[in-house]
């Protein structure tokens, strides 16, 4: 297996890849949930996702932790969002239009009313800087992207997005358990093909890779890398449904907060 990383815009440049290449199952595409609301956020792009792809599966969870400058007078969500209320003026970071930070930025903004404004920078090394220097308040990070930085104390982290606290972050609380349940923001992993590769090649590469992330040595790796195994891993049709729904979801908070390019 080659990696290719091919980097831009939220993903729509490799997906774009994806769905040009050849239909014979040997190109793969791996996705997160900027994909699902890039089908709100960018309006001209060469693909649709629902109709371009054929869903593999889903298998992993990346964790998200919602990380604040430590000046900032705040040790939990509440704190944070009476203080920026106080303040009456805030600026949040992302790793770019669409991220996943970004989308949990606007879903915290509108459910807590707190006055903030999105500042986008390419990729999440630079957006977690951005917090550790005080050029902007707070981020929802990648926790593998954030850990080196809340150890030290460079940065304080207040919740984790996951259903379960992270064994690296065993302080950390949940944002159900801080007092936000309806925060419900998680990000994903998970694969498609090219539209037309054989329903045959399809299963044999979910198969394969329900295997690899069903292994108990590789489940460790990922959970020391912060990731979360999926309890019941999600096959084509499941995931191709959750596409489906995610698409639906994200469509609403792309909407209401603005967000969009052409």
């Keep these: 297996m080659v990696i290719d990383n091919k980097p831009g815009a939220g993903g729509a440049v490799a997906l774009e890849f994806v769905r040009n290449a050849k239909p014979d199952g040997l190109t793969v595409g791996m996705i997160n949930v900027a994909a699902a609301a890039n089908e709100s956020i960018i309006r001209k792009k060469a693909y649709n996702l629902l109709a371009d792809f054929e869903p593999v599966g889903m298998y992993v ?144 590469l979910h198969a394969a890779l329900l295997a690899a992330f069903s292994d108990p040595a590789a489940q460790e790796r990922l959970r020391k890398a912060t990731f979360v195994p999926v309890a019941k891993p999600l096959d084509p049709d499941e995931f191709g449904a959750f596409l489906r729904a995610e698409v639906d979801k994200w469509a609403a908070v792309v909407r209401d907060a603005k967000i969009g390019q052409d």
């Design 61 to 204: 969870y990346p964790s998200n932790v919602l990380i604040v400058n430590p000046g900032i007078p705040a040790d939990s969500v509440k704190g944070l969002v009476d203080t920026l209320k106080a303040r009456g003026s805030a600026n949040y970071s992302s790793g770019g239009v669409g991220s996943p930070g970004q989308l949990s930025g606007e879903m915290f903004k509108a459910q807590t009313g707190v006055p903030v404004t999105h500042v986008p920078y390419k990729g999440a090394p630079p957006a977690v800087l951005a917090v550790v220097s005080g050029e902007v308040a707070y981020m929802f990070a990648t926790a593998s992207s954030a850990i080196g930085q809340i150890g030290p104390g460079k940065v304080r982290a207040l919740a984790v997005t996951t259903a379960e606290r992270l064994p690296q972050l065993p302080d950390v609380p949940t944002m159900a358990e801080a007092g936000f349940p309806d925060m419900k923001v998680s990000d994903w992993a998970g694969f498609v093909l090219p539209k037309g590769t054989p329903a045959a090649m399809r299963d044999r």
